[in-house]
Nanobody
């Protein structure tokens, strides 16, 4: 059974930085995709960043140039470095994993989810 454990959320002021981590365990497939989503109150869950099996990354337009997703495959861990945080980045951030060589695009495409970590940015 795949388990994802996130850490690194917290409260920062506008312009600050945070680094989220997501450690995966139990995956038996060599090829998998990991991604970060976020969900603010009253809004749909949205993809923030994804790192694909070949190592390429994709970002939401709203975070391009500010957020960076990286992966340590030896540790089965994905990170999200978030710089220049803004109040509109406030949300619960979730890590997701799908054992696939394809490119998932929606939350429904992912089987495994972490419990979420709260990020709050004050102005």
């Amino acid at each position: 059974q795949v388990q994802l454990v996130e850490s690194g959320g917290g409260s920062v002021q506008s312009g600050g930085s945070l680094r989220l981590s997501c450690a995966a365990s139990g995956t038996t497939y060599k090829n998998y995709v990991m991604a970060w989503f976020r969900q603010a109150p009253g809004k749909e869950r949205e993809e923030v960043a994804i790192i694909e099996t070949i190592g390429s990354a994709r970002y939401a337009d709203s975070v391009k140039g500010r957020f960076t997703i990286t992966q340590d495959k030896a540790k089965n861990t994905v990170y999200l470095q978030m710089n220049s945080l803004q109040p509109e980045d406030t949300a619960m951030y979730y890590c997701a994993l799908e054992e696939t060589i394809m490119s998932p695009h929606t939350p429904a495409d992912y089987t495994y989810w972490g419990q979420g970590t709260q990020v709050t940015v004050s102005s």
